[in-house]
């Protein structure tokens, strides 16, 4: 109903067209859908949730019905409860625990060719940060493997990971997993990254960051009790640094026979259902008698910065329904006595109206002029909107002229 009040489509505007074009998911999937996200980021919050107590065991009876969904939700991902990344223990409050660089090198800037990249970051090597242990890290999703590596001069390593797991989150894990395994004690340690958005989440980390930057804040304070100076640098990607160039390489090269890490970013598995639901939208859809009489209807937000304003947006919510108020459409409903055109003696619904009443043919033809198509290519407005890709601006024109 609200959707309906939202949209300014009428009552009888089928349920499925409705939440096709309003984008929206099916009201019990979506109550569903969140209460799974619900008991998903306690887990992610691990000891700083209410229900959860140190060891991650629920302190609060879970009743049955949500224990069930939860242990099918786990056993769906392929993954256990364990394996959630969650908050560190002791939450890190933003402070310089760490240098972020992200431009202040002149080889950080995209814009210069990858040569000149190149030696501008030896020169920096050679002159500035000399005595560092340099590490360089990278994330790879291909169709089969979504995986990790890490090089220093003296190890490496690569690891699949968890294939719902971001890019973003992978970028984050290499570093989690570089200063686990790759750091030597005895040294400040310089981490080379390509991913700039992982360095700036650090940058800014706030209690809303997600979890694995709070991870990875956590593995860097732990490096600094070791009186460690830790410094992440951002550079360019594939920009011929020796380093990345490796690290690149060894993440892309991962085979089924590398060692699975199989931690899973709660914000990515979030992202994941959202996906599905809308996705289960969408094939409702396409699986009705709808699809096949209307077509394909995009998203009306999809089509927002290109209305006006609010009336605009009722035309074309109900034109792309085919609910736009006509005396075909009355009639249908009981509520016309005449389904059909005076002068054509044909339906009088809104295709008629657009592309065949030759009432309107003087309009039709500033149409055609604006949208520089011939609208007896059409034979349907299921074609009309297919063949102009839903150029709404010049439609809306033709009812303002009406
Ligand atoms: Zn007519």
């Keep these: 109903m609200a959707l309906r009040v ?53 302190s609060i009876k879970l009743i049955k019905r949500d224990e069930v969904m939860l242990a099918n939700l786990v056993t769906e991902l392929d993954t256990s409860t364990d394996h959630i990344i969650a908050f560190p223990d002791t939450l890190i409050s933003r402070s310089n625990f760490c240098e972020i660089f992200l431009s202040n090198f002149s080889f950080q ?20 940060i000399q005595d560092y242990h340099i590490i360089a890290t990278d994330a790879s999703k291909s169709h089969s493997f979504t995986s990790i ?25 290499a570093i ?19 991913s700039y958005s992982v ?13 694995v930057i709070h991870r990875l804040a956590g593995k860097i304070l732990v490096r600094k009790n070791f009186h460690q100076k830790i410094s992440l640098v951002w550079t360019p990607g594939h920009s011929l640094i020796h380093w990345n160039e490796k690290a690149d390489l060894r993440a892309k090269t991962v085979t089924e026979s590398h060692p699975l890490l199989e931690w899973i970013a709660y914000e990515d598995i979030i992202s994941r259902y959202q996906t599905i639901s809308l996705q289960n939208t969408n094939h409702s859809f396409q699986n009705s008698k709808y699809q096949e009489s209307i077509g394909d209807i995009p998203a009306m937000l999809a089509l927002t910065p290109w209305l ?14 085919r609910m736009i108020i006509t ?6 409903f009981g509520l016309y006595n005449n389904p059909r055109c005076q002068i054509c003696n044909r339906d009088n619904n809104i295709e008629h109206i657009i592309l065949f009443c030759s009432k309107y043919s003087n309009h039709r033809s500033i149409l055609c002029a604006k949208l520089n198509f011939d609208l007896q290519l059409c034979s349907s407005l299921k074609v009309f909107f297919f063949k102009t890709s839903f150029q ?3 439609i809306l024109g033709f009812f303002f002229n009406l």
């Design 308 to 321: 006006k304003n609010r009336r605009e947006d009722i035309i074309i919510a109900r034109l792309l329904t």
């Design 392 to 394: 709404i601006s010049g």
């Design 199 to 211: 360095l700036q989440a650090l940058k800014c980390l706030t209690i809303k960051s997600p979890k």
């Design 327 to 332: 005396p075909a459409l009355l009639h249908r």
């Design 109 to 128: 800037n995209k814009a210069h060719p990858a040569f000149l990249i190149k030696d501008l970051f030896e020169e920096v090597v050679y002159k500035e």
């Design 6 to 58: 939202a949209l300014g489509l009428p009552k009888w505007t089928p349920n499925i067209v409705l939440m096709k074009i309003a984008g929206q998911e099916v009201l019990s999937e979506k109550i569903k859908r969140l209460a799974a996200q619900f008991l998903i980021r306690q887990l992610a919050n691990g000891v700083h949730s209410p229900i959860y107590d140190q060891n991650c065991k629920p």
């Design 176 to 194: 989690c997993q570089a200063l686990d395994e790759l750091s030597v004690i005895d040294k400040n340690l310089l981490l080379l990254t390509d």
């Design 149 to 173: 590596a890490g090089i220093s001069n003296l190890q490496s390593f690569v690891y699949r990971i968890h294939p719902i797991n971001s890019i973003f989150t992978a970028e984050a894990l």
